[in-house]
């Protein structure tokens, strides 16, 4: 079996007295996709912020094709391929659908 494209192993994040996250361990092979689900407050954002960069986890670590990408800035794990897109509703009136994609 190959190594894993995108591994977490044991990542937490608490705010406070608050858990976010608390011990994830996710194995992701090359092709694979997965959704991650649940309500507000779950700690989705909060996860995907750790594996991107955008927030330090408490404990914990991720790795993308070997490489260990806990603890680099958001542009270091961004030049290693692990990047991801913000959530917008508003659009650009004075752009066309396809200007607004």
């Not at 995108?6 to 608490?14: I, N, Y």
């Given at each position: 079996?190959?190594?894993?494209?995108?591994?977490?192993?044991?990542?937490?994040?608490?705010?406070?007295?608050?858990?976010?996250?608390?011990?994830?361990?996710?194995?992701?092979?090359?092709?694979?996709?997965r959704a991650l689900i649940?309500?507000n407050g779950a700690g989705?954002?909060?996860?995907?912020?750790?594996?991107?960069?955008?927030?330090?986890?408490?404990?914990?670590?991720?790795?993308?094709?070997?490489?260990?990408?806990?603890?680099?800035?958001?542009?270091?794990?961004?030049?290693?391929?692990?990047?991801?897109?913000?959530?917008?509703?508003?659009?650009?009136?004075?752009?066309?659908?396809?200007?607004?994609?």
């Open positions: 079996m190959s190594e894993p494209v995108l591994e977490v192993r044991g990542l937490a994040k608490s705010f406070g007295g608050v858990q976010a996250v608390a011990g994830v361990d996710l194995s992701m092979p090359r092709g694979e996709i649940g309500p989705k954002t909060t996860f995907f912020n750790m594996l991107t960069g955008q927030l330090s986890a408490d404990t914990g670590e991720v790795r993308f094709k070997g490489q260990r990408l806990s603890g680099l800035a958001p542009h270091a794990v961004w030049r290693r391929g692990v990047s991801r897109t913000f959530q917008i509703t508003a659009t650009f009136v004075t752009l066309s659908a396809v200007e607004n994609v």
